[in-house]
T-cell receptor, first 113, second 113 residues
Framework: DGGITQSPKYLFRKEGQNVTLSCEQN?????MYWYRQDPGQGLRLIYY???????QKGDIAEGYSVSREKKESFPLTVTSAQKNPTAFYLC????????????FGEGSWLTVV | KNQVEQSPQSLIILEGKNCTLQ??????????LRWYKQDTGRGPVSLTI?????NTKSNGRYTATLDADTKQSSLHITASQLSDSASYIC????????????FGAGTRLFVKA
């Protein structure tokens, strides 16, 4: 099946640790995105990548890092510099033939313990 | 400032009833408007997408309207079902070359038996 796969679904992080959220897509989309969702708020853009080996900061990039070494993969690392990382993280992609529709993964819950 | 505001914040209706969700935006220059349905703990799924020239678009029991002059959109749900319980997110894209996308905070709909 075509789609976006995020893993893990649930992740617990100790304070001071870095963690990496995986995002893989087989939709052949060029653009990929990472969003953060907090209760009662709209999705906020962390990082995005329009093409392999290139990515740009979004609105709330501090404390996060990404890489785009392959078209299919866009992992997000939540570093210890992110002071309030507990949230629901959504990976998304968009392709030229998708009519500007953004397709989302199933999300990853990150909790700091 | 580009903004998307949705109302009401939450809504409770009885199964079988109709409801209408509102979305007001100040995004410019306007490219398109989409409505997404997000089940709890899942990724959003696209319901409709509308461009500047479209007034109405339907997807089963979901009908979206767009008034580009007043910058308002609505999502009407007919004959609601328990499975309609979810958050409904209005998403507006600006045609700035990079397609900046702004998400509303969503309306949380609860359908009761």
């Amino acid at each position: 099946d075509g789609g976006i796969t995020q893993s893990p679904k649930y992740l617990f992080r100790k304070e001071g640790q870095n963690v990496t959220l995986s995002c893989e897509q087989n939709l052949n989309h060029d653009a990929m995105y990472w969003y953060r969702q907090d209760p009662g708020q709209g999705l906020r853009l962390i990082y995005y990548s329009q093409i392999v080996n290139d990515f740009q900061k979004g609105d709330i990039a501090e404390g996060y890092s990404v890489s785009r070494e392959k078209k299919e993969s866009f992992p997000l690392t939540v570093t210890s510099a992110q002071k309030n990382p507990t949230a629901f993280y959504l990976c998304a992609s968009r392709g030229a033939l998708s009519g500007n529709t953004i397709y989302f993964g199933e999300g990853s819950w990150l909790t700091v313990v | 400032k580009n903004q998307v505001e949705q109302s009401p914040q939450s809504l409770i209706i009885l199964e079988g009833k109709n409801c209408t969700l509102q979305c007001n935006y100040t995004v410019s220059p306007f490219s398109n408007l989409r409505w997404y349905k997000q089940d709890t703990g899942r990724g959003p799924v696209s319901l409709t997408i509308m461009t500047f020239s479209e007034n109405t678009k339907s997807n089963g029991r979901y009908t979206a309207t767009l008034d580009a002059d007043t910058k308002q959109s609505s999502l009407h749900i007919t004959a609601s079902q328990l499975s309609d319980s979810a958050s409904y997110i209005c998403v507006v894209s600006a045609n700035t070359g990079g397609f900046k996308t702004i998400f509303g905070a969503g309306t949380r709909l609860f359908v009761k038996a």
